[in-house]
C-alpha cells in the first residue's frame, strides 16, 4: 500500500462549488503539505503544517483553507472553486526528526473547475 | 529568502548521451538542495540531495550532482541517459535552520530521442 495517499484522484466541478481533497499518510510523519502544480510554474505551496495545532500559510493560500484532523490525515478545501484553480494538486509529508528529511509524495489530484 | 533557478523547461538528448540540468540556488543561510523526478502521472521522488557532507552527492538511476558554493549552483549529471529517464526534474532548496519549508524550482522537462 501507498505511504500517501491522495483522494479523489481526478474531479471535475464546478465554478463556485465546495469541493475538499483528502490527504492520508502511514508514515508517521508530523509535517504535511499541499502544493499545487502547474505547467512551468512548478510545484507551489499553498499550506503546511508541522503538528496537528500547528498550521501556516504557504505562497498561495487565498481560497484555500486546510484541516488537520489527525497526525495522519490533512485536507485541502476550495471554498467556491474558480476556473484557475485548476491544477495538479500534491499532498507530501516529512519527518521533523530528520535534518533536511525528504518529502514524500502522494499520486496528485488533477482538479478541472469549469 | 531562498530560491532556485531551472535554466532552460526542456531538454532533448540522445539515449546514451550525457544528462546535464541546471539549478542555480539563492539561500541566505547555507542551504540543504535537492533534486527530485517526476514520472508522467506519479508524484514527486527523491534523487539525492546535497547537506553540506560531501559536495558531489551520487544518487538514484545512475544520477550525481555537484554543490559548488562559488557558483551558487547544484547541477544534475548523468554519464548516458537511458530512455527511462525521460521525466520532470526539480530543483529544490531548504534552509539549514531546520525550518524546512522547502522551495521548488519550475521544473525541466527531459526527453530522450532513441
Known amino acids: 500500500d501507498a505511504d500517501v495517499t491522495q483522494t479523489p484522484r481526478n474531479r471535475i466541478t464546478k465554478t463556485g462549488k465546495r469541493i475538499m481533497l483528502e490527504c492520508s499518510q502511514t508514515k508517521g510523519h508530523d509535517r504535511m503539505y499541499w502544493y499545487r502544480q502547474d505547467p512551468g510554474l512548478g510545484l507551489r505551496l499553498i499550506y503546511y503544517?508541522?503538528?496537528?495545532?500547528?498550521?501556516n500559510k504557504g505562497e498561495i493560500s487565498d481560497g484555500y483553507s486546510v484541516s488537520r484532523q489527525a497526525q495522519a490525515k490533512f485536507s485541502l478545501s476550495l471554498e467556491s472553486a474558480i476556473p484557475n484553480q485548476t491544477a495538479l494538486y500534491f499532498c507530501?509529508?516529512?519527518?521533523?526528526?530528520?535534518?533536511?528529511?525528504?518529502?514524500?509524495f502522494g499520486p496528485g489530484t488533477r482538479l478541472t473547475v469549469l | 529568502a531562498q530560491s532556485v533557478t531551472q535554466l532552460g523547461s526542456h531538454v532533448s538528448v540522445s539515449e546514451g548521451a550525457l544528462v546535464l540540468l541546471r539549478c542555480n540556488y539563492s539561500s541566505s543561510v547555507p542551504p540543504y538542495l535537492f533534486w527530485y523526478v517526476q514520472y508522467p502521472n506519479q508524484g514527486l521522488q527523491l534523487l539525492l540531495k546535497?547537506?553540506?557532507?560531501?559536495?558531489l552527492v551520487k544518487g538514484i538511476n545512475g544520477f550525481e550532482a555537484e554543490f559548488k558554493k562559488s557558483e551558487t549552483s547544484f547541477h544534475l549529471t548523468k554519464p548516458s541517459a537511458h530512455m527511462s529517464d525521460a521525466a520532470e526534474y526539480f530543483c529544490a532548496v531548504t534552509d539549514s535552520g531546520g525550518y524546512q519549508k522547502v522551495t521548488f524550482g519550475t521544473g525541466t522537462k527531459l526527453q530522450v530521442i532513441p
Open positions: 503544517s508541522f503538528d496537528v495545532k500547528d498550521i
Open positions: 507530501a509529508t516529512s519527518d521533523s526528526v530528520k535534518v533536511a528529511d525528504t518529502q514524500y
Open positions: 546535497y547537506t553540506s557532507a560531501a559536495t
